[in-house]
């Protein structure tokens, strides 16, 4: 049911993750109509932005003889290494033109620690370290999360499993989405979001 207790949380539509951008995901530009349409239905609409430093330590170009896609250990666990994107203040970094969400009310930024990735909304990848969403939502008296964006088995997989974690009814709309799919890590992301309450639905399929 969408209602005053829904969300829609839009997940990095931004320039470097779209065909053109440095980490393109395959026709991310293809999500953007889809959740323009979407935005109509819902009175809360949160957007999150990759918002990296320069020389962030998830890029491959701060570690010499290391390639993009190369896994490496960080003080909180395995990383994937990747190439430089979504560079605070670059073009990249920008929110697709097209994206049409007038009613959005927050932008949550994630990534700008320099010595920690994020691709969760909610906390950032040492798993410690909370972004502020789940307070704005409690605050709003939101129960439910609708979430879209990209890419399906990174950052909109993360940002949907700690909203069930924290409680929320969540649901990824499939057509709003787009996946990388790194070694088989979207079949993985979809397994582990399912394990966790979060429903795969489509625009067609989401009630009200």
Excluded at 65 to 70: M, R, V
Excluded at 82 to 103: M, N, S, V, Y
Aim: glycine share 10%.
């Amino acid at each position: 049911m969408i209602d005053a207790s829904t969300a829609l949380i839009v997940v990095d539509v931004q320039n470097d993750f779209c065909p053109g951008g440095s980490l393109a995901v395959a026709k991310g530009d293809e999500v953007v109509p889809v959740i323009n349409a979407l935005g109509k239905r819902f009175s809360t609409i949160v957007m999150t932005q990759d918002w990296h430093p320069a020389g962030h330590s998830s890029f491959a170009s701060s570690h010499p003889g290391k390639k993009p896609f190369d896994l490496v250990e960080m003080p909180y666990g395995a990383q994937v290494l990747w190439p430089d994107h979504c560079i605070q203040g670059t073009k990249g970094a920008e929110f697709r033109a097209d994206l049409d969400l007038p009613t959005a009310q927050a932008i949550i930024r994630k990534g700008y620690r320099p010595q920690i990735d994020s691709y969760s909304g909610f906390i950032e990848a040492d798993r410690r370290t909370p972004t502020g969403l789940g307070g704005y939502l409690r605050e709003r008296g939101i129960l439910r999360a609708v979430v879209v964006g990209l890419a399906t088995d990174f950052c909109v997989n993360w940002t949907a499993q700690d909203a069930a974690k924290a409680g929320l009814e969540t649901l990824v709309v499939e057509e709003a989405c787009r996946a990388i799919d790194l070694n088989g890590s979207l079949a993985k992301a979809w397994a582990d979001m399912a394990a966790l309450g979060v429903k795969r639905v489509t625009v067609a399929g989401l009630p009200g």
